[in-house]
């Protein structure tokens, strides 16, 4: 998928509109077939922002990439590649996705995302009430539903306890241990109607009830706050392991804490002992993140709780280990410019999504001039029986009335008997008991699915922006084939030749020298001086820790590694010497090591590098089958034609 997804990208930076009729001049041809100066400028000043290789910028580079890119196109073509049915199946998958970026109302998605950035802006601590119902139950439970989320909510109003009701009446199985409180959340935490009735329903009040697809419930706001924006953190983290046990964890996070009040620096003691792998390289600083963001109510309270730039807090445990977290910077909360795009794909997955295109269904119905067939509808309900659920309706086959029009969109019309074989074939008919709730439902989504299909199929005759995004990821498409057939999948296949281009390699494939010693830092000289006289005298590690490591102020941290070289910057520091103590300053510590193995230079075995070979043997076949399609395919370029374009993009 991977690969995939950089062919499509590719794609979208080499495509062009190749049907385009404009008479400017002609930059280059490939076997006669004319490519324009006007596109060549045109994928170029799109894409050059994009593109982080200087040399690529140059227009001659640039020029040379896109020629490989069209050859590889037409090769493709000529393999009749675009003609395959699972080309082809594909590629009306993607269509259809990006479709469903123009499958929308802008201004009720504007409405939304400025909604839940207001939204943003505030948390609430709430308490509620759940009485479960199926989301198409039958209109019997659904009353009987209301009538008890009606009941808890008069009790509490009238006085009672909420969390007394709330273990009564509600059916939230995790009402037992919380009495229905739900913590601290905000805009995008809960489904759309919760967070709607939360948030506009007064501090102290109870809501009216209201419904999810969970069923109804009630909510109390308890409290309200100003949310307090974003920071920006560094941490070390010494995780729980298997081969670490919680005591170790405690034990090492307090060494590491001793030098810190040692004045030793925190970025320091990330790079080299925090077990977060992911932030230690830079000195375990974490993206910048707000309330709710971080899995673990305790480490965002004592990162919060930091007040100035530069504050180190004492040790603090989570569930994945022990930490200590130092500020960095305090933010306030974005702009509404700023959150808008995160915004936008949030409410994409969110419940939102729905009311957004109940919105956009009803501006096709104005636009095709839809009316709903109450006739139809009433036909249909007089007529389809209880066992629908149970088994296909047996659609009469001499009713005159199933050949009449229930609705024209566009210039397409549709019949009783099209709706009457789309009930037939709904996969939902077991989530019904209720004929006319079920007959209901089914006629919405008749009339919906009809109308996006039409305007979807209609899209890109309309649309000139869409018509150009479905063109790139067309040729997209049609060069990963063309890639996976000629390159990827001949590496994966072609064992003997891999091996052989192992063979014929080998000098790429060399683990250079490596060392495997014992290194003990501290920021006191005296204490490493103390180091190396025990393990001189023979001490074994945990010896010595008991001897140097005698109180607060005196830590020294200890680790045995295996060090490569010219990987790792500190063996430029010691002699490669077995048995040899070196000591001196590295990364604001004093070090000592001691080497205790040397590892000499090996080839690396072929099963050990086989992905760095078979990336390798790739290149490789990709750069032969470009020499070829060079032969393969006249190229010509207009040199005058060439030096214009080079003089205006120059100028831009």
């Not at 790079?271 to 925090?274: D, N, T, V």
């Not at 009335?401 to 029009?405: N, S």
């Not at 869409?466 to 995004?469: L, P, R, T, W």
């Given at each position: 998928?991977?690969?995939?997804?950089?062919?499509?990208?590719l794609?979208?930076i080499?495509?062009?509109?190749?049907h385009?009729?404009?008479k400017?001049l002609?930059?280059?041809?490939i076997?006669?077939?004319?490519?324009?100066t006007?596109?060549?400028k045109?994928?170029?000043?799109?894409?050059?922002?994009?593109?982080?290789?200087?040399k690529?910028k140059n227009?001659?580079?640039?020029?040379e990439?896109?020629?490989?890119?069209?050859?590889?196109l037409a090769?493709?073509q000529?393999?009749?590649?675009?003609k395959k049915?699972s080309y082809?199946?594909e590629?009306?998958?993607?269509k259809?996705?990006?479709s469903?970026?123009?499958?929308t109302d802008?201004?009720?998605?504007e409405?939304?995302?400025?909604?839940?950035y207001?939204?943003?802006?505030?948390?609430?601590h709430g308490?509620?009430?759940?009485v479960?119902?199926k989301?198409?139950?039958?209109a019997?439970?659904?009353l009987?539903?209301?009538?008890k989320?009606v009941?808890?909510r008069?009790k509490i109003i009238?006085?009672?306890d909420?969390t007394?009701?709330a273990k009564e009446y509600?059916?939230?199985?995790?009402?037992?241990n919380?009495?229905?409180d739900?913590?601290?959340f905000?805009?995008?935490?809960?489904v759309y109607?919760f967070?709607?009735?939360a948030?506009?329903?007064?501090?102290?009040d109870?809501s009216k009830p209201f419904?999810?697809r969970?069923g109804?419930?009630?909510?109390k706001v308890?409290k309200r706050?100003?949310?307090l924006?974003e920071?920006t953190v560094?941490?070390?983290m010494?995780a729980?392991?298997?081969?670490?046990t919680?005591?170790q964890?405690?034990?090492?996070?307090?060494e590491?804490?001793k030098?810190?009040?040692?004045?030793?620096?925190?970025?320091?003691?990330a790079?080299?002992?925090?077990d977060?792998?992911?932030?230690?390289?830079?000195?375990g600083?974490i993206n910048?993140?707000a309330?709710?963001?971080?899995?673990s109510e305790?480490f965002?309270?004592v990162?919060?709780?930091l007040?100035?730039?530069g504050?180190i807090?004492s040790?603090?445990k989570?569930?994945?280990?022990?930490?200590?977290v130092?500020?960095i910077?305090?933010?306030?909360?974005?702009?509404?410019?700023?959150s808008k795009?995160?915004?936008t794909e949030k409410?994409?997955?969110?419940?939102?999504?729905q009311l957004?295109t109940?919105s956009?269904?009803?501006?096709l119905?104005e636009k095709?001039g839809?009316?709903?067939?109450?006739?139809?509808?009433?036909?249909?309900?007089k007529?389809?029986?209880?066992?629908?659920f149970?088994?296909?309706?047996e659609i009469?086959?001499?009713?005159k009335?199933?050949?009449?029009?229930i609705m024209?969109?566009?210039?397409d019309?549709?019949?009783f008997m099209?709706?009457?074989?789309?009930?037939?074939?709904s996969?939902?008919?077991s989530n019904?008991t209720?004929?006319?709730?079920?007959?209901?439902k089914?006629?919405?989504?008749?009339?919906?699915?009809?109308l996006l299909e039409?305007?979807?199929?209609?899209?890109?005759?309309?649309?000139?922006d869409?018509?150009?995004?479905v063109?790139?990821?067309r040729?997209?498409?049609l060069?990963?084939?063309?890639?996976?057939?000629?390159v990827?999948n001949?590496s994966?296949?072609?064992?003997?030749?891999l091996k052989?281009?192992?063979?014929?390699?080998?000098e790429?494939y060399?683990k250079?020298?490596?060392?495997k010693v014992?290194?003990?830092?501290?920021?006191?000289?005296s204490?490493?001086d103390k180091v190396?006289?025990?393990?001189i005298?023979g001490?074994?590690?945990?010896e010595?820790k008991k001897?140097?490591?005698?109180?607060?102020?005196?830590?020294?941290l200890?680790s045995?590694q295996?060090?490569?070289?010219?990987?790792?910057?500190?063996?430029?520091s010691?002699?490669?010497e077995?048995d040899?103590?070196h000591?001196?300053?590295y990364d604001?510590y004093i070090?000592?090591?001691?080497v205790?193995?040397?590892?000499?230079?090996?080839?690396?075995?072929?099963e050990?590098i086989k992905?760095?070979?078979?990336?390798?043997?790739?290149e490789?076949?990709?750069?032969k089958?470009?020499?070829s399609l060079?032969k393969?395919?006249?190229?010509e370029?207009?040199k005058k034609?060439?030096k214009?374009i080079?003089k205006?993009?120059?100028?831009?």
């Open positions: 998928m991977y690969k995939k997804t950089i062919i499509l990208f794609g979208i080499f495509c062009s509109i190749l385009a009729q404009q400017d002609v930059l280059l041809t076997d006669n077939s004319p490519v324009y006007s596109e060549f045109r994928v170029y000043l799109k894409n050059i922002d994009l593109v982080k290789d200087e690529q227009v001659d580079e640039y020029l990439l896109f020629i490989k890119y069209k050859l590889k090769e493709a000529k393999l009749g590649l675009d049915e082809l199946n590629f009306e998958g993607y259809k996705q990006l469903s970026g123009y499958l802008t201004k009720v998605s409405s939304l995302i400025k909604e839940g207001d939204r943003l802006q505030e948390r609430i308490s509620h009430i759940l479960m119902l989301p198409n139950a039958s019997k439970d659904t009987l539903a209301y009538n989320i009941e808890a008069n009238e006085g009672a909420f007394e009701i509600s059916e939230d199985p995790s009402v037992k919380n009495g229905g739900l913590g601290w905000s805009a995008f935490r809960m109607p967070e709607d009735a948030y506009t329903t007064n501090v102290g109870v419904k999810t969970f109804y419930h009630i909510v308890n706050e100003k949310t924006g920071i560094a941490h070390i010494v729980f392991t298997p081969e670490r919680e005591e964890a405690e034990e090492r996070i307090t590491i804490n030098q810190l009040q040692q004045n030793v620096s925190f970025e320091s003691l790079k080299q002992f925090s977060d792998t992911n932030t230690a390289v830079n000195g600083k910048r993140f309330q709710g963001h971080i899995n305790d965002e309270k990162a919060f709780g007040k100035t730039p504050e807090s040790p603090v989570s569930k994945y280990g022990w930490h200590i130092k500020l910077e305090k933010f306030p909360s974005k702009t509404f410019e700023e795009a995160e915004l409410i994409k997955r969110d419940d939102r999504s957004i109940k956009f269904i009803n501006s119905k095709y839809l009316k709903r067939n109450k006739e139809a509808i009433s036909y249909f309900k007529n389809v029986p209880e066992t629908i149970k088994e296909n309706w009469p086959s001499n009713d009335t199933l050949e009449k029009e024209a969109i566009g210039q019309s549709f019949s099209d709706f009457a074989t789309y009930i037939n074939n996969n939902q008919k019904y209720d004929v006319s709730i079920f007959l209901e089914m006629y919405t989504d008749f009339e919906s699915k009809n039409y305007y979807e199929e209609h899209l890109e005759e309309d649309n000139q869409f018509a150009n995004i063109a790139e990821y040729d997209g498409l060069l990963f084939d063309l890639m996976e057939t000629k990827w001949a994966k296949t072609d064992s003997i030749g052989k281009f192992y063979d014929s390699r080998k790429n060399v250079q020298e490596s060392y014992l290194k003990a830092s501290s920021s006191q000289q204490l490493i190396k006289t025990l393990v005298s001490k074994s590690v945990d010595i001897e140097v490591n005698v109180s607060d102020e005196q830590v020294v200890f045995e295996e060090l490569v070289k010219g990987e790792d910057p500190i063996t430029d010691f002699s490669k077995i040899q103590i000591v001196f300053n604001d070090t000592l090591i001691k205790n193995e040397v590892l000499p230079s090996r080839l690396k075995t072929f050990e992905g760095k070979v078979i990336n390798d043997y790739q490789d076949l990709e750069k089958w470009l020499e060079r393969k395919y006249s190229i370029v207009n034609t060439l214009k080079k205006q993009l120059t100028i831009l």
